[in-house]
């Protein structure tokens, strides 16, 4: 086998049990089917982690994985993706980060690496071209995300290798804490970090002096070349590039989709107060890019300038820790929002997970479903002594942090309290937007692979309300309008299938998706002119849904069906109390019914057998059978 | 003033650490997309928010062709070093000497050194930077002539940002 053009090539296993690794060729044919990061651990998934496997356990693996624009000056950045099985849902577990770390990789000729196994001793892996050294990291046991990185790097004399770390949240087994790459990059969601914990991994470091090629370099400087016209033409380029993703709250009060104290308010009176555009006007110091290859760089570098917090430096926030630290627990103090959010990352936990499960259980007290005295803090909406005491308890499993660490299904069972308000679909908790005010986005969280997660098809032209575009795009209206109901299947479908592509071939999606830098067309000129393998438009969106179809047919194979694909009752029942959306619920079995339809799904959610031979997923159709799952035609 | 020939100059608070310049020198210099293989590179440093890149700052003399022991590096005309390949035995005395860092060795085999070559004028990696933090410069030497001790601190303070900008501040 030759290496393909553009990958780094290889695929390293490393053996933790027996303290062995080896590096195999990365077969071309599944580089083309599933193009790269999200797409190859997904299929990796499916094949090598079958049912009824414990996530904590030895036989669990833990995927790394990179695309293949990564390494190239294309503008649109560098990510990975960390795929496992979920000890957070029991279900597919899959997070992605912006982090020099995919580069780094990719230049040591790996475009992905399967951990397998549990060592004995806690150790950190130093991976190179040369292979995999495994470090003894005892005494970095206890360390957070930041000591860890900064440990390692001088250790390893090297301040270029990348580092992706555990913090103490996922050595005490917090089942949603996740892997942080570049100090503040997160792999936050899934408890992909304990996993890595699970197997006695504190970190993986990976340094890269390799180099790629492409087929036809020449192409693909006229690709990369019109995509960076198209960033720097597009209208949000600027405001993009001074607040990134934390602009989004200002929207969310705009458009009625906040999650204020746990989704009770959608619009609240001190949303200027905690903002993005408050940051960039008086914390921001920096604009940072994530990782490389970013023309558009939106990772804010802040400092807190006055106040008993003056000093304080971070990376970011992005809008989910931002929203969740600040208005989903009714936090007016932005100052103490950022410590937290820090704190957060800094002890390795998901961000969003954790405003959820403090929410949740400020709302248990409100409906006098538990005490202080039981909860072991002074429990009042927006105080943050006690959100950042219970940050702490949860890190290290103390108290009531002991069953939120659980995340909030667990958590409610666990209490046998609150379970209708256990904002989460298929365990993962929601993010920080309300669905009866983004309906199609409601409908993505419901049949997103992981859970509740918007990641999976941020359909965001329903945001424009644009009748016209609605139409043109997808022949409806209201496909892309925010409270409409019709054609937002089509709409789910699309955009789906499109960032399956983003993730796969490990782009941003700020850039690739949301400003459509990197639509179906632009993508197969991409790889065409990458691999040298010749790829239409049309092969491309296909390659889309077989991503979809296999992270399905995984979820098929542990059980999940259409009663899965649900959402919390607050957003089906309880119509929206104020703002722009006002009486608004979500309408989700009419979007599903179209969604499934579209999908080439039973009206149950199971993929068709005819779907999936046509997708070239025949030995998945086979697998399912074999298990006594019967498909439809 | 006096035109001593051009250099890269950098503008820290402006760069982001996306490598773009990096990866597109390799590709100028070897034909090939790495990190490793760039004439210039940029340094990072997470928590303070910190990039920086390192490339050659056209040293006049520089130290790295005055010791060359084969006379494989020379001054061209634009101020720039050059690199006779054949003549280069790969021993690292540019590397070691250099004050800047900016003459790593060729990774793989160590053969020969890496050191900017201003692309015959144009540099890739400013004309690639996407948020112009790299530009071209052409050194110049300023006299002033402070006239009490405030004075003096400024221009001493301003001097590593004219520094920067490629220009050379003396005290007359």
């Known amino acids: 086998m030759t290496r393909l053009k553009g990958y780094g090539g290889k695929v390293l296993r490393v053996d933790l049990t027996h303290r062995t690794y080896r590096a195999e060729e990365l077969d071309p044919s599944l580089a083309k089917a599933f193009i790269g990061g999200r797409g190859l651990n997904a299929y990796r998934l499916y094949w090598e982690v079958p049912p009824g496997v414990d996530p904590l356990g030895p036989e669990n693996k833990l995927m790394i994985a990179t695309g293949p624009l990564v390494g190239f000056p294309h503008g649109l950045g560098s990510r990975l993706n960390v795929t496992s099985r979920s000890p957070l849902t029991g279900l597919l577990g899959d997070s992605n980060a912006g982090t020099h770390f995919s580069e780094e990789m990719k230049f040591a000729g790996y475009d992905q690496i399967i951990i397998e196994g549990r060592s004995e001793r806690p150790v950190y892996l130093y991976i190179t071209e040369s292979g995999v050294e495994f470090m003894d990291a005892e005494g970095l046991w206890g360390f957070t995300v930041s000591q860890t990185h900064e440990a390692i790097r001088h250790e390893l004399g090297d301040q270029r290798v990348q580092v992706g770390a555990v913090g103490p949240a996922a050595e005490n087994l917090v089942k949603f804490a996740g892997v942080f790459f570049n100090v503040y990059r997160a792999a936050g969601r899934t408890g992909m970090g304990t996993v890595l914990a699970s197997k006695n991994v504190k970190a993986i470091a990976v340094r890269g002096d390799g180099y790629i090629e492409a087929e036809n370099v020449d192409e693909l400087i006229k690709v990369i070349d019109e995509m ?72 804010r570098f802040f400092m807190i300038k006055r106040g008993p917090l003056a000093g304080l430096m971070g990376e970011g926030p992005e809008y989910e820790p931002l929203g969740g ?170 955009f789906e299938d499109l960032n399956a592509i983003v993730d796969s071939f490990e782009s941003c999606k700020n850039t690739a998706e949301n400003m459509l830098i990197l639509d179906f067309d632009m993508a197969a000129r991409a790889y065409t002119a990458i691999t040298g393998i010749h790829v239409t438009e ?74 999936l031979l046509r997708l070239g997923l025949k030995e998945v159709a086979m697998d399912l059978e074999a298990r006594g799952i019967k498909l439809e035609d | 003033m006096e035109s001593k020939g051009i250099h890269v100059v950098v503008d820290p608070s402006k760069c982001v650490g996306c490598n773009i310049c990096e990866l597109w020198c390799s590709y100028e210099h070897e034909g090939v997309f790495s990190r490793s293989l760039s004439r210039i590179s940029v340094i990072t440093y997470e928590r303070l928010g910190f990039d920086y890149p390192v490339v050659c700052q056209q040293c006049e003399p520089a130290p790295c062709v005055e010791l060359c022991p084969t006379g494989a590096l020379s001054k061209g005309k634009l101020g720039e070093v050059n690199l006779d390949k054949g003549k280069c035995i790969g021993c690292r005395v540019c590397s070691e000497v250099c004050p800047y860092g900016a003459a790593r060795m060729e990774p793989r085999e160590a053969r020969y050194p890496l050191i900017c070559d201003l692309c015959g ?18 050194v110049t030497n300023v006299k002033v002539k402070p006239r009490n001790a405030a004075e003096a601190f400024a221009i001493s303070e301003l001097r590593k940002l004219a520094d920067e900008w490629g220009v050379d501040v003396d005290e007359a």
């Open chain 1, 228 to 299: 960076l016209r198209r960033i720097y033409e597009n209208p949000q380029y600027w405001p993009r590039r001074i607040m990134g993703t934390s602009r989004v709250l200002m929207a969310g009060q705009r458009l009625g989709f906040l999650p204020g104290r746990h989704f009770q308010d959608p619009v609240v009176d001190y949303a200027y107060d905690v903002s993005g555009e408050r940051l960039a006007r008086e914390y921001n110091v920096k604009v940072r890019a994530c990782s490389a290859g970013c023309a558009l760089p939106c990772a």
């Open chain 1, 325 to 494: 630290f600040t208005v989903r627990v009714g936090n007016r103090d932005l100052d103490r929002a950022l410590k937290i959010i820090l704190k957060v990352a800094d002890y390795g936990m998901d961000a969003i997970t954790t405003s959820e499960v403090i929410a949740w259980l400020m709302e248990l007290r409100q409906r006098g479903e538990i005490t202080d005295e039981e909860a072991g803090v002074k429990l009042e909406w927006g105080n943050p002594d006690t959100i950042e005491e219970l940050v702490d308890m949860i890190a290290y499993r103390r108290g009531i942090g002991k069953v939120l660490a659980e995340g909030v299904k667990r958590a409610s069972e666990m209490l046998n309290r609150g379970k209708d308000i256990a904002f989460h679909v298929k365990g993962l908790e929601m993010i920080q937007a309300d669905p009866r005010a983004l309906k199609g986005y409601g409908l993505g969280f419901a049949v997103a692979s992981r859970g509740a997660d918007h990641l999976r098809s941020e359909p965001f032209v329903e945001v424009e309300d644009d009748p016209e575009l609605g139409k043109k795009m997808f022949g409806e209206p209201e496909a892309a309008m925010r409270l409409g109901v019709k054609g937002k299947g089509k709409l789910i479908n699309y």
């Open chain 1, 538 to 611: 049309s092969e491309m969106r296909e390659a889309g849904m077989r991503i979809v179809n296999i992270e399905r047919a995984y979820l098929v194979r542990e059980g999940v069906r259409r009663s899965h694909d649900r959402l919390p009752k607050r957003f089906l029942e309880e119509p929206l109390r104020s703002g722009p959306a006002k009486g608004h619920v979500i309408e989700l079995d009419v979007m599903l019914d179209e969604y499934y339809d579209v999908r080439g799904w039973t009206r149950d959610g199971v993929p068709r057998r005819s779907t």
């Open chain 2, 121 to 138: 004028g144009e540099p890739m990696c400013v004309a690639r930077c996407p948020t112009n933090a790299l530009s071209l410069s052409k």
